[in-house]
């Protein structure tokens, strides 16, 4: 059962910083596909950035120019780098992976996440 562990969330002022980490714990040889995803209250969950398994970067509009995704060479940790923050940032935000699987077409992921975190919460106030 994979495990994904996110710290990094808090309080922030307007236009600040933070940065979320996302750790993967499972068999040491897996590397995986992961996303950040936020919600908030009385929403649906929002997909916000994600990296494919070809390196693919994609951003929603929303974050696009402000928050930066990336991986370690591990493919085990996913970080959120968080810039530029507004009010409308706050929210739960939640890690998500799934496994790399090779095909004969090379390494693929699911189209769907399979593993969730736990959340963190992100504070801005003005």
């Known amino acids: 059962q994979v495990q994904l562990v996110e710290s990094g969330g808090g309080s922030v002022q307007t236009g600040g910083t933070l940065r979320l980490s996302c750790a993967a714990s499972?068999?040491?040889?897996?590397?995986?596909?992961m996303g950040w995803f936020r919600q908030h209250p009385g929403e649906e969950r929002e997909a916000i950035a994600r990296?494919?398994?070809?390196?693919?970067?994609i951003y929603s509009d929303s974050v696009k120019g402000r928050f930066t995704i990336s991986q370690d060479s591990t493919k085990k940790t996913a970080y959120l780098q968080m810039d530029s923050l507004k009010a409308e940032d706050a929210a739960i935000y939640y890690c998500?992976?799934?496994?790399?699987?090779?095909?004969?077409?090379?390494?693929?992921?699911?189209?769907?996440?399979?593993?969730w975190g736990q959340g963190t919460t992100v504070t801005v106030s003005s």
């Open positions: 990296i494919y398994v070809n390196g693919t970067i």
């Open positions: 499972e068999y040491p040889d897996n590397r995986y596909c």
């Open positions: 998500a992976a799934d496994p790399v699987f090779a095909t004969p077409w090379g390494p693929r992921c699911r189209s769907q996440f399979g593993y």
